[in-house]
């Protein structure tokens, strides 16, 4: 009998063994696919604003945040041969040596290969930079022809938190995602990365204009929110103190992304837009909320389902929206596509479709914006392109 | 003074160019009061500010120093928060009417107003250091000084 036993407890542990193996290495691989997205958001960011800058007048400098997988601990720069510290750095000599052709070096070295980025100098050879909270923080200075990197030094002021994790260019349209919840910063990347790709990258017309979007993150957790349950359960802020927060980073939209599972315990938050912010319920069972959200924020747009009792109180948001119109829907005569159906914000305003993102986007065609909607999102976004 | 102002018209052309690099901001802490906004306090901070440049709203905010406009800008002011959500098959909608929103805009050494416009009206603020009130007290006092001496000087002879 106690044989018997001992061989069902050696197998129930074997079994246990295995599922917990299983977990860690799921674990350890989904870790490893965030840190490689980070690091070639990295390095698109860094040659994007050596781009930049080196088509700027000589002497323009600017100062950058770049975000960074938790394990590179050091970045180093080594443009060229010529002067060449080989006693400070002798790591560097050998992955030189070993890496023809490259000029930027991380530490550790078995993570992530070296990278060939041209168009920088260094006035250290090499340059190495630490990484402090995740970020690397650099100067860029434009010297005709190639762009001078310098390490950001304590006398630099620099806005404390901000990281770039996707950088196109000047004069794009610049979302801030901020921390609200989160237990780990990787949860919360991990986020930012599933809504930006979710609705930037694959829903139109987002996705047409990919090139036109600058991602940044403040990884600290904000501490000016609270959940609020009157009156109806949403995420409240002390927007002023909240907006300061935004302003470390370039924010043309700021993302809240709150985790309700962990500050809620799962109870049913509403997200919200308001101006230029949107609180973003991550636990909500639809990501897009995200897109009908920013379509408020961004587009201007109103609600295409009826809520009289609370839209009666404000009629002139439901009389200047672009998307609701009274018979015979004049706003959007002569697109192809459209209609005039009952029902948008209000019962006698009417809306371009049956359905859309605007309107109830879990139900069938509630997963595109529609012709009307599209239009003035594209419109916008031209400005950016 | 219009040696001043051409300073400023400088500086006003500069602005668009370093947009993009952080320095001082204030965040405006706005309110309505009967269908107007106002200003209710001003937070100063250091970063970045919106370019707003896919946004013609009716109502504008200008950051003035001297009489010259430093910077403008026009916005859309959010009369409501869109609240949404879903659970499961459920979806939850509706707006709450708001009192209160914020704006981030450049601050400039040397500010000295902030206006608010809307819809047939104009609101000023005064946001002038305290300090400035204390050049023409200064200039008062080296008057009063020189003269001292003069007369002292006159006296003497």
Known sequence: MKGQMGIVLVFMLLIIGGVLAVVLYKAGSSTEA?????????????????????????????????????????????ANDDVYDLYSFPEVEAQKNFDIGATVFFEPREVFVPLQIKGFSTINNPLCVSVEKNKLNLNLESKGGSVEISAVTEQDVVPSSCGSLIYKGEDKLDLVF?????????????????????????????????????????????????????????????????????????????????????????????????GNLLKVNTADSSMLVVAHEFGHGFGKLTDEYVDSATYSRRVDVVENSPNCAEVPCDKWSGIAGTGCYPGCSLSSYNSPTENSIMGYYTRAGGDVYGPVNEKVLRDKLEVYS | MRFFGFILLIFLFIIPISFAVPGPISVLDLSYEEGEIVLHERVEGFGYYPDRKAESGDATVEVMADGVVLYSTSFVPPFVEFLDGTSGDVSLGGVLVVDSFALVVPSFAGEDAIIIAGKGYTRSYD???????????????AIVTILIILMIRISRR
Do not use: W
Not at chain 1, 240 to 262: E, G, M, W
């Open chain 1, 178 to 274: 901020l921390n609200y919840g989160y237990e780990t910063v990787s949860e919360f990347r991990s986020d930012v990365g599933r809504y930006f790709d979710g609705i930037f990258l694959d829903l139109e017309p987002y996705a047409s204009y990919t090139d036109a979007y600058n991602v940044y993150v403040v990884d600290e957790e904000v501490d000016v929110c609270s959940i609020s349950y009157l009156p109806t359960q949403y995420i409240k802020c002390d927007v002023t103190q909240l907006h300061k927060v935004a302003a470390s980073c370039p924010h043309d939209y700021v993302f809240l992304l709150a985790d309700i599972n962990r500050l809620a315990g799962g109870e049913f938050i509403r997200s919200s837009s308001i």
């Open chain 2, 127 to 141: 946001v002038g250091e305290k300090g400035s009130i204390l050049l023409p007290l200064l200039l008062i006092l």
């Open chain 1, 34 to 78: 965030i840190e490689t997205i980070e690091y070639h958001s990295f390095v698109n960011s860094l040659e994007n604003h050596i781009s930049v800058i080196n088509k700027r007048p000589i002497g323009s400098r600017d100062r950058f945040s770049l975000a960074m997988p938790p394990t590179i601990r050091q970045v180093c720069f080594s």
